[in-house]
């Protein structure tokens, strides 16, 4: 007999203790020295600034519009190429116009969701790598010197595409005969915001 | 009858990885349980991220490759790696770490690629993988004096993480179940690419 899923209890307390043992901090019999120190750290970086917030969500929103197979390729895009900036950047290899670059990438990104543009899946997905070799490059020179480059990369990788993710779920509202209204002004609102942030870089 | 995405074992991945995402840094030393040498080897497995990062990535690699290709990995890779330690363990000269990152870059590259590897391919890649981690495995257990229970513990833990990672992956049907098994690939590579920034970063 078919009988709808219900979350046993046991799933509740292993959620519940996972969640608890992933907050909680590593035991050291030192203090840490700098941010570079786990996943968690990582994880919190992209979310640190309003104009990389903007930008990866864009992706997302942008990619939801579009649909298949954007919806996938542009947020595997993203952090593959924003990967090589952070290289770069790790590295020591200048970027020139990073800042204006990722004004830009928000304000263009912005732009395409409001006037639902639909170029070719290969330019859409140039776009979205060369602005991802911008957002990756800012993040790459910001990374703190630390011990534990692995998990702090997961975090940060992982952070990056969660943030795509949820420009996604936003983006999927556009089935509904309102949601293509919402899903274009808050393409509108993510322009404005780019634009500001291009101003400041500019300025 | 529970909804597809119910029926999928996710929640146990996204737990795990959740919980061991956060886990602390590995060490260039064995990981003392205080439950005997065969423990501390499953403890240094699953406390050190780039070797189950690896590990993970390559059952990700066999399973898109077919049910065979992870029959084929689960048995070669346990066993390439404890050949690797006990080279490891006998000769413990420290190897450049970017050799890790560029591995799981690359691994993880094949994964977003969707490339449908043949079986003996995989194996090669999988015991090339195992000999190397392995190697660099026994070197961190030269402080121990002990490599065979350690050893055998790290390969208990592999030979079960790449029997479920496999065995889920080999067992996608639906189109977007195999898109993140991709997506998580991008994110592997794009971690691979940053670690190997780290391992070249200057100061």
Redesign the interface.
């Known amino acids: 007999m078919?009988r709808p899923?219900r979350l046993s209890p046991t799933?509740v307390l292993?959620?519940t203790a996972?969640?608890l043992?992933?907050?909680?901090p590593?035991?050291e019999a030192h203090i840490e020295n700098g941010a570079a120190?786990?996943?968690?750290a990582g994880f919190s970086h992209p979310w640190s600034g309003w104009d990389h917030i903007l930008a990866m969500i864009a992706v997302g929103l942008w990619g939801a519009q579009l649909g298949n197979p954007a919806v996938?390729l542009l947020?595997?895009t993203f952090?593959?190429v924003?990967?090589?900036g952070?290289?770069?950047?790790?590295?020591?290899c200048p970027l020139p116009g990073v800042e204006l670059g990722i004004g830009l990438s928000a304000l263009l990104l912005g732009l395409m969701v409001a006037t639902e543009r639909r170029p070719p899946l290969w330019i859409a997905a140039l776009l979205v790598g060369i602005f991802g070799l911008y957002h990756g490059h800012a993040h790459?020179t910001e990374?703190p010197?630390g011990?534990?480059?692995?998990?702090y990369?997961?975090?940060?990788?992982?952070a990056t595409?969660c943030l795509h993710g949820v420009g996604i779920a936003l983006g999927l509202v556009h089935r509904w005969p309102g949601g293509v209204i919402a899903l274009r002004a808050s393409g509108a609102v993510i322009a404005l915001g780019g634009g500001f942030f291009t101003w400041q870089a500019l300025a | 009858m529970k909804p597809r995405l119910l029926r999928f074992p996710w929640t146990g991945l996204v737990l795990f990885l959740g919980v061991a995402g956060f886990a602390s840094h590995a060490e260039a030393h064995l990981v003392t349980t205080g439950l005997g040498p065969l423990y501390d080897g499953m403890g240094h497995l699953l406390l050190s991220p780039e070797e189950w990062a690896t590990v993970g990535a390559l059952a990700l690699l066999a399973g898109l490759s077919g049910a065979a290709a992870g029959r084929l990995v689960l048995f070669v890779l346990p066993l390439s790696w404890l050949v690797g330690g006990t080279i490891g363990f006998l000769i413990h000269a420290q190897p450049p770490v970017a050799i890790a990152a560029i591995v799981l870059m690359l691994t993880g590259g094949l994964i977003a690629a969707d490339f449908r590897l043949i079986r003996p391919v995989v194996g090669s890649i999988g015991a090339a993988i195992g000999l190397f981690h392995g190697y660099l495995n026994g070197v961190a257990l030269v402080p121990a004096g002990e490599a065979a229970l350690p050893l055998l513990g790290a390969a208990l833990v592999i030979f079960v993480l790449v029997a479920l990672v496999a065995a889920v992956v080999a067992s996608v049907k639906l189109t977007w179940q195999r898109i993140a098994v991709r997506v998580a690939g991008s994110w592997i590579a794009a971690t691979g690419l940053l670690l190997v920034g780290w391992a070249m970063r200057k100061g």
């Open positions: 078919n899923y799933l292993s959620l996972g969640l043992l992933a907050g909680a590593s035991v120190s786990g996943f968690a996938w947020p595997v952090p593959m924003m990967s090589i952070g290289f770069l950047g790790l590295i020591g790459g990374l010197p011990r534990d480059g692995m998990t990369s997961m975090g940060f990788v992982i595409g």
